[in-house]
Every structure is written in structure tokens, then in C-alpha cells.
């Protein structure tokens, strides 16, 4: 699990873990004491309501899953970063903090071997995040993918805060109207409507990162919804098929094979000439937007793409 993979629900079985909710108090139910990391939307979880605050919650948002233990520094710090960012996404996705030590068999149902590990929960299926400790930036990587998957599979709402506003969440600043067009038509799922919202902002402004970051991400959702089932047959058939060597990419990119992605077209731009090599090198270019230029994985692949071109 130390590697992202949103492109199948993880091994886990959950059903031995859909129960009613249990009795005010009991572990893991509700008005039982949180371990840690708290905020607005930072729930803790167990056995008894996991059903109800996981599963169900995951129709609506993404479900994040820590599970911890309050023995391990490196859960305490993890559990840190998750609260900050939970806050900061602001219902994108709920936070559900588990204690290993204290349930068990939720820790037997998810395989944990070692903590911290973090699993997404969409719609009921369990999606493998990472293992171990990470800092701010890589978590909001792993988060920012998550969202873009939900989007893709028709999950557009947000959580319900759980908790108390904390005060820093108040003071902050409010969203940037200038994306509140595009915005809205991503959460109601009008991805046609949010890339024109994007191409217009960036008509006013060409050099707006965050529009072109948030371009890129909409229309990788939109050519990977009806991806051809032969498609990864045709791009190993014919290594110069432009076309499906860059679906294949954005596939990759969508599961979290970020690097795969890249070699993948990197190899391509090596094979093509012309025209052709072109549409590739656009195409890397348009995925280093979707990952954050400051990605150490972009920054490599850069440099092997200056290598391939010269």
C-alpha cells in the first residue's frame, strides 16, 4: 500500500463490519472520546458505527480512513496533517480515525500489519492510499488524486461537518470566486461546462496555474470515462499508436501510476517524429499540470523528456 492505486477497490472485505451503531460510549460509537486529531470534519470511528459514519457517508464524499494507533508518534503526527487538511478541503472528504487498538476487527478486516495506514473509502469499496508516515505535500498529492477518482466514478458531493468549526478554519480566507463557475459545474458533475469555465478563465489570463491545473484535471476525467477495453492490447501491439499510448497514460495517471504514465509517453515521444512526437510532448505537458509542477515525479520526467526531445 505504499503506492497509490485508485484503479480497482482494494482486497478488503467490510461486510463483517456493517452493524448497527452501538450504544452511546462504547468504543468507537458516537460520544466516545476521540483520539487526537480533531476538527469539522475528523470523525472517530469503530466497529460499532462504521457502517453508518463510513460506509454510508462514502456515497456521498470520499471517505478518508486513518487507521492509528495513540502509541505510535508517527500516527500522532500523520493524524495532524489529515485534521489540517480535512479542514482545509472543507467537506471534500471526511476524515475517519480508527484505533487499531481499540477495534480490532477492523484492523483485521483491512489487513493492517503496521500503522499508519491510510485507505479511501467511495461508495463502499475500499481504495488503497499509503502506508507510513508522509508529509503535508505528498498527502495532499494522494488526496488531490483521490478527488479527481470520486469526480470520475459520479461522486460530486460534499461531507456534512461532524465537528466543531475550529477557529483557524473561521479565519481563513474564503474560496476565490474567480473558480466558482468551474467549481460548481465539477461538484454537479458537468465536466463540459466546468472545462469551458476553465478555458474562459484562462482566456482572461493565460498564465493562471490553478486554472490550468484544474483544466487539465477535468479533461483527464473526461477521456478516461469510455476508455476502449483493447486499449492497453493496442498500445503494446504497436509502440508508435499515438493515440492509445497517450489513453493508456491517462489510465495510468487515474490509477496512480503516475511514473508508469510518464515513462510511458516519454518512450512514445522517443518512437515518434513530427507531428505526432508533438501531440505526445503536449500531452506530458498536460499531465505534469494535473500532478503540480513542484511533484518531484514531474521534475524528473522532465528532464528525461529535455533528454528524449535533444
Known amino acids: ?63 478518508v480512513v486513518e487507521l492509528y494507533s495513540p502509541r505510535s508518534q508517527g500516527s500522532n503526527a500523520l493524524g495532524a496533517v489529515l485534521a489540517q487538511l480535512s479542514t482545509e478541503y472543507a467537506g471534500k472528504f471526511l476524515l475517519a480515525r480508527i484505533d487499531v487498538d481499540a477495534n480490532p476487527q477492523v484492523a483485521q478486516a483491512f489487513g493492517v500489519q503496521a500503522v499508519p495506514v491510510v485507505i479511501a473509502i467511495l461508495r463502499g469499496q475500499p481504495v488503497p492510499l499509503f502506508q507510513g508516515v508522509l508529509g503535508e505535500p505528498e498527502v495532499r498529492q494522494y488526496l488531490d488524486q483521490l478527488l479527481t477518482v470520486a469526480v470520475a466514478n459520479g461522486i460530486t458531493g460534499r461531507a456534512e461537518p461532524v465537528g466543531p468549526v475550529a477557529e483557524a478554519a473561521e479565519e481563513e480566507e474564503a474560496p476565490n470566486p474567480r473558480y466558482e463557475k468551474a467549481e460548481n459545474a465539477v461538484g454537479a458533475g458537468d465536466l463540459d461546462g466546468a472545462i469551458a469555465a476553465y478555458e474562459e478563465l484562462l482566456q482572461e489570463t493565460p498564465n493562471d496555474a490553478e486554472a490550468k491545473s484544474g483544466l487539465a484535471r477535468v479533461q483527464l476525467v473526461k477521456r478516461t470515462q469510455d476508455v476502449p477495453a ?77 533528454a528524449a526531445l535533444f
Not at 480533531?38 to 459514519?53: H, P, S, W
Not at 506530458?284 to 511533484?295: Q, S
Not at 515525479?297 to 523528456?305: E, I, S
Open 230 to 306: 483493447d486499449v492497453r492490447t493496442r498500445a503494446a501491439d504497436n509502440p508508435t499508436d499515438v493515440e492509445a499510448q497517450m489513453l493508456v497514460a491517462d489510465v495510468d495517471l487515474m490509477g496512480g501510476h503516475v511514473d508508469d504514465a510518464f515513462a510511458r509517453l516519454i518512450s512514445t515521444v522517443q518512437a515518434t517524429a513530427g507531428d505526432e512526437r508533438n501531440a505526445v510532448r503536449l500531452h506530458l505537458l498536460e499531465l505534469f499540470e494535473v500532478v503540480g509542477a513542484d511533484d518531484e515525479r514531474v521534475v524528473k520526467a522532465r528532464r528525461r523528456l529535455m
Open 1 to 63: 500500500m505504499s503506492q497509490s492505486n485508485f484503479s480497482r477497490p482494494g482486497a478488503v472485505d467490510l461486510s463483517s463490519l456493517r452493524k448497527p451503531a452501538g450504544a452511546p460510549g462504547a468504543p468507537g460509537a458516537p460520544g466516545a472520546p476521540a483520539g487526537g486529531a480533531t476538527g469539522a470534519y475528523v470523525l472517530e470511528v469503530g466497529e460499532a458505527n462504521f457502517q453508518a459514519d463510513v460506509i454510508e457517508r462514502s456515497l456521498q464524499a470520499p471517505v
